[in-house]
């Protein structure tokens, strides 16, 4: 129940009415006992936004496209890792009398990493990153500080070439992407994402059955790149598992409590109308557990 007590938690961005990132982290404090909400916002200014953060009291908060690098000018802190990445996703508001410290970090590429060391060996491999914004920054830097080596392929060489310098990895226009002889392919750009399911971000043809794929795109969860790409003989990693860690490690940074992870990605599987398990066909009607 809502009261005095009530500890505010959130999510900025831009769209953000369709996220599941309130429904995962609500349930989490239900399961836990917590007197805890966590609310949507879309901040009409992110300058004005952010100090109704700091000034209302929220202890936590996520942060999404389009303010992940934006709002890094706004912290008292931003953690050494998400500096690095350039994108920071949680906040953490901490206060001392009226003084209050506000600490970016950035759980994505840990998300990413977790996700992917549970189906792959990444040192060693050679991994396809497309995209090159901030989502493209975390998995690059999560898949490189794991021992992978990894070519960025971009729509815009000028920004791909940029990022692949400061990360110090290779570069490819994406009109050129071609998956053979390579071991890890992972989509970071939007494309594929509903309403714009029927796009993917690179010709079926150009798929070798020797990659594994992932797709950090996970609305919806099997995405038009990952049925070209088992139909190519893949193995595919739907966006899932990333998402729920990267909240699971949100939830422990604001709370220093175990998140309930299994608990939370059921959440996600049933918002998505799926039946739990990654990779199945639509359950309009599965249930919500721990709601
Ligand atoms: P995020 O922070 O979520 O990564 P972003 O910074 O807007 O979002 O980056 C989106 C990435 O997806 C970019 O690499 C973008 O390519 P450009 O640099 O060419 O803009 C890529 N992207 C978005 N829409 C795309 C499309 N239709 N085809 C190919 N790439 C696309």
């Not at 995962?24 to 100090?51: Q, T």
């Not at 389009?66 to 912290?75: I, N, S, T």
């Not at 994505?108 to 497309?130: P, R």
Request: aromatic residues 6%; contains cysteine.
């Amino acid at each position: 129940m809502i009261n005095g007590h009530t500890q505010l938690f959130g999510i900025i961005g831009n769209p953000v009415e369709h996220s599941f990132s309130p429904a995962m982290h609500n349930a989490a404090f239900a399961e836990l006992g917590m007197n805890g909400v966590y609310i949507p916002m879309r901040p009409a200014d992110l300058a004005e936004g952010f100090r109704g953060l700091r000034s209302l009291g929220f202890i936590g908060v996520s942060v999404t496209v389009p303010f992940k690098v934006a709002v890094m000018e706004f912290l008292d802190k931003v953690d050494p890792v998400a500096r690095n990445i350039g994108a920071v996703n949680t906040l953490l508001f901490e206060r001392d009398g009226d003084h209050c410290r506000c600490t970016g970090y950035n759980t994505d590429w840990l998300g990413s990493n977790q996700a992917l060391g549970e189906e792959l060996q990444l040192a060693g491999s050679t991994v396809l990153i497309l995209g090159a914004g901030g989502a493209a920054r975390a998995v690059a830097h999560a898949v490189s500080s794991a021992g992978g080596r990894v070519t960025l392929f971009n729509r815009t060489p000028a920004r791909g070439e940029a990022l692949a310098s400061d990360l110090g990895v290779g570069f490819r226009p994406l009109g050129e992407f071609h998956g053979g002889g390579h071991q890890i392919l992972i989509n970071t750009t939007p494309v594929g994402m509903k309403p714009h399911s029927d796009a993917t971000p690179v010709p079926a043809d150009r798929l070798a059955p020797e990659l594994t794929v992932m797709d950090i795109v996970y609305n919806p969860l099997k995405t038009r790149l990952l049925r070209q790409a088992e139909a190519a003989g893949c193995a595919v990693i739907d966006g899932l598992g990333m998402f729920v860690y990267q909240g699971a490690m949100q939830f422990e940074c604001w709370t220093g409590i175990e998140a309930p992870v299994a608990m939370m990605r059921l959440v996600v599987e049933a918002e998505l109308g799926c039946a739990p398990g990654g990779l199945r066909e639509p359950d309009k009607h599965a249930p919500v557990p721990g709601t």
